[in-house]
C-alpha cells in the first residue's frame, strides 16, 4: 500500500508534540501491515468528513485519511477528537 500525507497533514503533525509523533510512527508502522488492526479502532466518518476514514494516535488523538484507490491512502489533517469533530 502507498501512503501519502498532503501539506496540511504534515504542517499539523509537525507542531505536535514528540511523544504524539512517535506514537504516529508507531500506529504508521501498525496500519501499513494492516489498516484495519483493532488498535487502530479504523472506521468511516460521517458528516463533514463523509468518505473519509479515521484511526486513532493515541486516546484522543485522530489521524483522518482518504482511500484514494485499493493501493493508495493520502492523510489528510490530525488532531484530537474535540477539534476534528466539532
Not at 489498516?35 to 463523509?50: A, E, I, Q, S, T
Amino acid at each position: 500500500m502507498k501512503v501519502r500525507f498532503h501539506k496540511s497533514f504534515t504542517k499539523d503533525l509537525r507542531h505536535l508534540d514528540k511523544k504524539i509523533n512517535k506514537a504516529f510512527m508507531g500506529r504508521m508502522e501498525i496500519f501499513l501491515k494492516n489498516p484495519y488492526h483493532v488498535k487502530l479502532n479504523n472506521h468511516p466518518l460521517h458528516g463533514r468528513w463523509f468518505g473519509y476514514r479515521s484511526i486513532n494516535i493515541t486516546g484522543d488523538f485522530r489521524a483522518v485519511y482518504k482511500q484514494v484507490n485499493e493501493n493508495n491512502v493520502i492523510f489528510v489533517t490530525c488532531g484530537t477528537h474535540s477539534k476534528l469533530y466539532r
